[in-house]
């Protein structure tokens, strides 16, 4: 029989206090793995949050295991169409593993990391874009050759989107930062127009939590298919970001994804007569991975990251990505998958 949602509330809050959450659970009343999704850490990604309720609207034939969707993680920052917390200004998305008697981010973090996390399997961690920088469509995962990373990035993969990017390390304070040091292989998720609901994207998430559950044999299904068509490695956050020194109008040179060169000019700051004021630079080469969407900055606006490209790190082709059975693995010319 399919089993069905049920519905609880974990934590004190009522909502805009931002100190409860909403746990959805499908609990197919069979042994396995139990996989957290979290939407909503940041409480302006719309994108995530509709994702996750989307979920937790399906009843998925699982024969093993148990799926726990929280849509909005930080209830507070979602009523305030917010980033960060909206009375201690605190970003959840840093603040892991939390502290109880901390601000109302730290305590949240405590409350989602203690009650949820620590007892999941494996976290996928639903994001988008901020609404005024672009990133493309990706999976993304800690790749620093622990077995919970490992198998993080054959979640990755499984997750079906036309890009993955993995970290040789991730930053304090993380969702994937705390699931790390506990062992438990995490993924998260980016998507472009951070801000508006796309139904291409939501589709896609949609699909690639679907496409993990088979990975993790909690569903009969055929996995998502194979589409990735770049992978990408570095440092997720600050590394290799571009910032412009001087306000103006940013106006882009290139577009996501594109392969550029380091010293290649990226985007130019323009005045209010089109005269350009300054020039960005690629700090790397490798492929657009981050893109100031929104024309305005002021000094340090952080506008291009670059990565590069995995392959050419191994020091092979860039389009040396060998597909099997619904897996993507790197392979060196003529070498087995
Ligand atoms: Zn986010």
């Given at each position: 029989m399919t089993p069905d949602w049920s519905q609880r509330r974990i934590g004190t809050g009522s909502g805009v206090d931002g100190l409860g959450v909403t746990v959805h659970e499908l609990d197919s009343g069979v042994a396995?793995?139990?996989?957290?999704?979290?939407?909503?850490?940041?409480?302006?990604e719309v994108g995530g949050i509709v994702a996750a309720g989307q979920l937790a609207q399906t009843r998925w034939p699982l024969r093993a295991g148990r799926l726990r969707v929280v849509p909005?993680?930080?209830e507070a920052a979602?009523?305030?169409?917010?980033?960060?917390?909206?009375?201690?200004?605190?970003?959840?998305?840093?603040?892991?593993?939390?502290?109880?008697?901390?601000?109302?981010?730290?305590?949240l973090a405590h409350l989602v990391g203690e009650e949820l996390l620590r007892s999941a399997?494996?976290?996928?961690?639903?994001?988008?874009?901020?609404?005024?920088?672009?990133?493309?469509?990706?999976?993304?995962?800690?790749?620093d050759g622990s077995a919970a990373a490992n198998r993080a990035v054959e979640l990755a993969l499984a997750f079906g989107a036309p890009m993955v990017?993995?970290?040789?390390?991730?930053g304090p304070g993380r969702t994937l930062t705390m699931a790390r040091d506990l062992g438990i292989p995490a993924i998260y998720v980016e998507s472009p127009v951070g801000g508006v609901l796309d139904a291409g994207y939501l589709q896609a998430y949609v699909s690639g939590v679907r496409?993990?559950?088979?990975?993790?044999?909690?569903?009969?299904?055929?996995?998502?298919g194979e589409t990735l068509s770049l992978w990408v490695h570095g440092d997720g956050d600050a590394d290799a970001i571009s910032q412009v020194t001087i306000g103006g109008m940013f106006r882009a040179d290139v577009a996501l994804l594109d392969r550029v060169e380091v010293g290649q000019i990226v985007g130019t700051v323009v005045d209010s007569r089109a005269r350009p004021l300054e020039q960005v630079h690629a700090a790397h080469t490798g492929h657009v991975v981050i893109l100031?969407?929104?024309?305005?900055?002021?000094?340090?606006?952080?506008?291009?990251?670059?990565?590069?490209?995995?392959?050419e790190l191994l020091g092979l082709p860039s389009d040396r990505l060998v597909r099997t059975s619904g897996a993507c693995r790197l392979?060196?010319?003529?070498g087995g998958a």
């Amino acid at each position: 029989m399919t089993p069905d949602w049920s519905q609880r509330r974990i934590g004190t809050g009522s909502g805009v206090d931002g100190l409860g959450v909403t746990v959805h659970e499908l609990d197919s009343g069979v042994a396995g793995p139990t996989v957290l999704v979290l939407g909503g850490v940041h409480g302006n990604e719309v994108g995530g949050i509709v994702a996750a309720g989307q979920l937790a609207q399906t009843r998925w034939p699982l024969r093993a295991g148990r799926l726990r969707v929280v849509p909005v993680t930080y209830e507070a920052a979602y009523y305030a169409d917010s980033r960060v917390g909206p009375g201690d200004g605190l970003n959840l998305a840093r603040v892991f593993p939390g502290r109880p008697g901390g601000s109302t981010t730290e305590r949240l973090a405590h409350l989602v990391g203690e009650e949820l996390l620590r007892s999941a399997d494996v976290l996928v961690d639903l994001h988008t874009s901020s609404p005024d920088t672009d990133m493309p469509l990706f999976a993304g995962c800690l790749d620093d050759g622990s077995a919970a990373a490992n198998r993080a990035v054959e979640l990755a993969l499984a997750f079906g989107a036309p890009m993955v990017w993995t970290h040789p390390r991730l930053g304090p304070g993380r969702t994937l930062t705390m699931a790390r040091d506990l062992g438990i292989p995490a993924i998260y998720v980016e998507s472009p127009v951070g801000g508006v609901l796309d139904a291409g994207y939501l589709q896609a998430y949609v699909s690639g939590v679907r496409g993990v559950l088979v990975a993790l044999a909690m569903l009969d299904d055929a996995p998502v298919g194979e589409t990735l068509s770049l992978w990408v490695h570095g440092d997720g956050d600050a590394d290799a970001i571009s910032q412009v020194t001087i306000g103006g109008m940013f106006r882009a040179d290139v577009a996501l994804l594109d392969r550029v060169e380091v010293g290649q000019i990226v985007g130019t700051v323009v005045d209010s007569r089109a005269r350009p004021l300054e020039q960005v630079h690629a700090a790397h080469t490798g492929h657009v991975v981050i893109l100031r969407r929104l024309a305005r900055v002021s000094p340090g606006t952080p506008v291009a990251g670059i990565a590069p490209a995995r392959p050419e790190l191994l020091g092979l082709p860039s389009d040396r990505l060998v597909r099997t059975s619904g897996a993507c693995r790197l392979s060196a010319k003529g070498g087995g998958a």
